[in-house]
Nanobody, 120 residues
Framework: QLQASGGGLVQAGGSLRLSCAAS????????MGWYRQAPGKQRELVAD???????NYADSAKGRFTISRDNAKKMVYLQMNSLEPEDTGVYYC????????????????WGQGTQVTVSS
């Protein structure tokens, strides 16, 4: 239901833009967000955005990352600037999606993850 893309290898100070597309029998999408899992660490929230545009950033992302969404395209983006080696990890998109299936069902979905590696 969620397909993430845009990861890669970048030098410290560089930028990357992650994209995540939702697909399927979607009636609506509530919260959408990005999480990061660094090697040996737990998955943590990077940023999320509500259907109404309310945004929440992790302290480590404030001032460097920008989350946005396109409701018509059912996509969420994460623009990452001034990347640091500590930003390295697998980035997962996440969304609360209303699915049409003999009624409406709200479920939480994860994308497959995209690797971001920042070299020093």
């Amino acid at each position: 239901q969620l397909q993430a893309s845009g990861g890669g290898l970048v030098q410290a100070g560089g930028s990357l833009r992650l994209s995540c597309a939702a697909s399927g029998r979607i009636s609506g999408i509530n919260n959408m967000g990005w999480y990061r899992q660094a090697p040996g660490k737990q998955r943590e929230l990077v940023a999320d955005i509500s259907s109404g545009g309310v945004i929440n950033y992790a302290d480590s992302a404030k001032g460097r990352f920008t989350i946005s969404r396109d409701n018509a395209k059912k996509m969420v983006y994460l623009q990452m600037n001034s990347l640091e080696p500590e930003d390295t990890g697998v980035y997962y998109c996440n969304a609360d999606i209303w699915i049409r299936s003999s009624g409406l069902t709200l479920s939480n979905y994860w994308g497959q993850g995209t690797q971001v590696t920042v070299s020093s």
